[in-house]
């Protein structure tokens, strides 16, 4: 193949070079400003009369980008290079538009700080006292640099920065206004902040600037940051409204901020709050099964990530098991039926908050074999249950209306089985209401043996937590209710108090109020009860 001969004129063409310095201005190496820059000054050898802004805005743009140079006064360096970067620009006849302004004020605010930003404005001044008006892309680079300036008064600024912008008849680009609206959200709840988000949501909607997802989620989550009692319905009403105006599906972080602000409203003593929010999750259901879900997932396992997404259903779930509502139940069930039609596998939480129902369901006789039930489900599910998971399945014992023998027998078990498990152990609380079913359940003058004789059975239990340091010691502020349940159980102080130093109980508590002196032994023994790392105490609950 025959070979071309050299070009007559060896010399790069001015295109050639400008695009050269664009490629390398946009590169991100360390190296890229400088080398742009060595363009720049064989551009003007080779053609001094075909110079344009677009050249030294190329050099500029590359300094705007360059890293911080080492040292405090690394952003000055920055600064000064382009400075005299522009300079050379004027030296050279070129005239200077807001292409070249625009690239020295990206030099300036590169590095934001509160004197770069007063800088660039005084730059904005200048431009305008020189003919050339200041477009979108001024005021983007001055609204970005102060919104990444720590201070309590950012979001004022940004504000103020947006609305010059608007005043002197520029439209601003969305992601400017975005900038603005998450420096409010960062200011926490307030009304000022939420109408100042809502304001420039309105802004964007009326001038066709599309907000995203997030921007919406933005509003939405500062309105659920609030105390005001029609801020869930306010979230709910924007989270339909992203549909409805901008065909933009709400996601699963919009259904999660919402149930967060009708879970606020709940705690505030709304009583509709659990179902408005359960009408949330049927929004949220049906988003996970769609393809825009689907394709944002994408494939893998990310077990964290679907931890994130069963939050607002067993918030919802807790919702309702303190609703006092009597179909609380039925609701915990529809809410777990949407969990699995979602493609989900419930979570420690979510079986928590199901049995959590159960626990609070005082008038129903069947409350305690439900939740009982619902441990069994929780485990042949692959779930391991924690102390909460005991917890609230013995709370529903203890509040059984109807409490019997054999009630009790299935409450021991539990019990057992909770302090056999590696990673639980009972609180006080809930070993004074073993006391208390026992009572409850076997009150009559002829079963005091029997009484005695469970009483045995939950000291066995706890000593074997004692015996495989799962159980390292004894809160004793919660010690003495505990005691006393045992002394009614048995009705002897002197038999109760043996039992409890059989069992090894006695021994370890953590501050006065047992029986004796054992505790500070055992302390001594262990160099301290309190090392015993991620080991349970036994506390008041």
Known sequence: MKRRPPSPNPNPHIVTLSTAMRCWARSGREDAAEYVERLLHEAI??????????????????????PVPAGAN????????ATKMFQLMQSHGVE????????????????????????????????????????????????HAQAAIPSPETAERCDELLQSCVNGGVTPDAVSVHTVIKAWSFKGGGSHVTERCEHWLDYMMQHNLKPLATTWNIVINAFANTQSPASASKCEELALRM?????????????STVVKAWDKAHRNGDASAPARAEACLQHLTQYLLSDEHRRQAGGGDNSRARERLLVPFSTVIRMWAHSKDP?????????????????????????????????????????????????????????EPDSASYDNVLKAFARSPNPNPSLLGDAVEIFREMTSASRTAPTCYIVSEMFRITWRALNRREQRDRRQQFASHILEALKTCIHTQNL?????????????????????????????????????????????SGHRRKRAEEGGA????????????
């Not at 690394?74 to 290079?81: A, E, L, N, S, T």
């Not at 549909?243 to 259904?255: D, K, P």
């Not at 069947?366 to 485990?379: G, S």
């Not at 009614?488 to 109980?505: C, H, P, T």
């Open 472 to 516: 390292r010691s004894i809160d004793g502020r919660g010690w003495q209710p505990m005691r006393k349940n045992l002394i009614r159980l048995i009705g002897s102080e002197e038999v109760a108090d043996e039992m409890l130093k059989e069992s090894g109980v006695a021994d370890i508590v953590t501050q006065p109020g047992g029986t004796g």
């Open 530 to 541: 309190s090392q015993g790392g991620s080991k349970r105490h036994l506390s008041n609950g």
């Open 96 to 143: 200077v538009t807001e292409v070249g302004m625009n690239a020295l004020l990206r030099a300036c605010v590169s590095v934001p700080s509160a004197a770069a930003v007063e800088e660039g404005l005084k730059l904005v001044v200048g431009m305008q006292n020189h003919g050339v008006t200041p477009d979108a892309r001024t005021f983007a680079s001055l609204i």
């Open 243 to 255: 549909f409805a105006e901008c065909n933009i599906r709400a996601n699963e972080v919009t259904w």
């Open 45 to 66: 050898r080779l053609h001094p009369d075909q110079l344009d802004e677009y050249l030294f805005a190329n050099a500029l743009n590359a300094w705007a980008k360059h």
């Open 327 to 383: 179909g609380a139940a039925d609701h915990s069930d529809r809410i777990l039926g949407m969990v699995r039609t979602a493609g989900l596998q419930p979570s420690a939480r979510t079986w928590n908050a199901v049995i959590d129902v159960w626990a609070n369901l005082e008038n129903r006789d069947d409350a305690a074999a439900r939740a009982a039930e619902t441990l069994r489900q929780m485990k042949a599910s692959g779930v």
């Open 74 to 81: 690394g952003g000055d360096i920055k600064w000064q290079r």
